[in-house]
């Protein structure tokens, strides 16, 4: 089993910013990636920054690239993400998930998912 506790979701005025965390344990040796998506209500789940285990590489998707910074402590198995000057648009359910590089970052390709922290931007 391979679990996934997201941490860090509140409600903010547009302009601050906040910092995710994601913690995974168990057996997650067939993973090498963790990424974060996002779902706002009636909205699909959109993949927003994913990054290897060995922290080297990075992906993001172009609506989140500049204020969006997905990091990883491999001693303490957490990723982070640090979103900045955080808008009413990015209100959402952001969900922590673990894969293999490469599809980890798309819905059907992450394996294991977390329960999500909400976020709430306020104008």
């Known amino acids: 089993q391979v679990h996934l506790v997201e941490s860090g979701g509140g409600s903010v005025q547009a302009g601050g910013s906040l910092r995710l965390s994601c913690t995974i344990s168990?057996?997650?040796?067939?993973?090498?990636?963790m990424a974060w998506f996002r779902q706002a209500p009636g909205k699909e789940r959109e993949g927003v920054a994913a990054?290897?285990?060995?922290?080297?590489?990075?992906k993001y998707a172009d609506s989140v690239k500049g204020r969006f910074t997905i990091s990883r402590d491999s001693a303490k198995d957490t990723a982070y993400l640090q979103i900045l000057n955080l808008q009413p648009e990015d209100s959402a359910t952001y969900y922590c998930?673990?894969?293999?590089?490469?599809?980890?970052?798309?819905?059907?390709?992450?394996?294991?998912w977390g329960q999500g922290t909400q976020v709430t931007v306020s104008s």
């Open positions: 998930a673990a894969g293999v590089w490469g599809a980890c970052m798309t819905v059907p390709g992450a394996q294991y």
């Open positions: 990054i290897h285990n060995n922290g080297l590489f990075t």
């Open positions: 168990g057996d997650n040796v067939m993973t090498n990636c």
